[in-house]
C-alpha cells in the first residue's frame, strides 16, 4: 500500500514538474529532488519553458520569425501534451528533442 501511495504521489508531481513548466520544475526541485520520476518530468517542464522563451525572443523578428514562432508554439503545444500525458501514465517515456535535452540538466 505504501509503494503505491508514493507512486502516485510521484505521478502527481511529475504532472505538476510538467504542466507549470518552470514553477513546476522549482516546485519539484525544491521539494522532491530525490524523486528520479517527478525531476525526470520536471526537466522536461523546464526545457518546455526554454523552448518558449526562445521563441519569444525570435518572434521579434518580422514575418519569418513570426512564422517560426507560430509553428514552434503548435509543436511546443503538441509536445507539452503529450508529456502530461506521460508524466500520468507512471513510466519514463521518451519525447523527440526534449528528453535529450533534459538528460542534460545535471543536479
Given at each position: ?17 510538467v ?5 513546476g ?25 526554454l ?29 507539452w ?19 535529450d ?7
Amino acid at each position: 500500500m505504501a509503494k503505491s501511495k508514493k507512486h502516485k504521489d510521484s505521478k502527481l508531481w511529475a504532472f505538476l514538474g510538467v504542466f507549470l513548466t518552470l514553477v513546476g520544475f522549482l516546485l519539484v526541485l525544491l521539494l522532491r529532488k530525490d524523486d528520479e520520476y517527478a525531476m525526470y518530468y520536471g526537466k522536461l517542464g523546464l526545457v518546455l519553458f526554454l523552448g518558449w522563451v526562445i521563441l519569444a525572443v525570435i518572434a521579434v523578428v518580422p514575418i519569418i520569425g513570426w512564422i517560426i514562432n507560430v509553428l514552434g508554439s503548435i509543436v511546443l503545444l503538441i509536445l507539452w501534451i503529450v508529456a502530461w500525458i506521460a508524466a500520468l501514465s507512471g513510466e519514463k517515456k521518451r519525447l523527440p528533442v526534449l528528453s535529450d535535452l533534459a538528460d542534460k540538466i545535471n543536479l
